[in-house]
């Protein structure tokens, strides 16, 4: 079985790509414990809709972790999910922050996961270097077939 190993020039972008999720699930409980920086919609509502948006979130990252876990061998992969977006594991880190602040309550939460935006889309670049150099031209050629890094149809 192959086991991944992220280069040494991404390491530090997993760390940094963590650290905005961290302390919404940190920060967030928090923020609604106290009640202070709450969001200015219903509690009901914004509990019920961040148990959903992290539910899918969660769904996108089980898919992307199964896949990858059972197809990667050191190539590149361009099935499953990966035909659809480029990066679905930001996305579903993405997706599990907002559903988080959502649960929590948290205006700050939600802030720290629209911060972590920009944060994934330099990390993004940055490996989408690291994926060039090492798989060439056909990840030139995957980068025109699937343009989408993160959401179809938007980015």
Known sequence: MYHYKPPKELRALFIVHYAPLLL?????????????WAL????????????????????????????????YKGQLVTGGIFQYIRHPHYTSVLIVGFGLALFFYSLFALAIAIIAIPIMIWSIIDEEKVLTRQ??????????KVPWRMIPKIF
């Not at 919404?24 to 202070?36: E, H, K, Q």
């Open 135 to 144: 798989y060439g031209e056909s990840y030139i050629e995957y980068m025109k």
């Open 40 to 71: 200015p919609i219903p509690l009901l509502v914004s509990v019920i809709l961040g148990i959903i948006v992290f539910l899918l979130g969660a769904f996108v990252y089980f898919k992307w972790e199964i896949f990858w876990h059972k197809t």
């Open 24 to 36: 919404i699930i940190l920060i967030g409980p928090l923020t609604a414990y106290y009640g202070v």
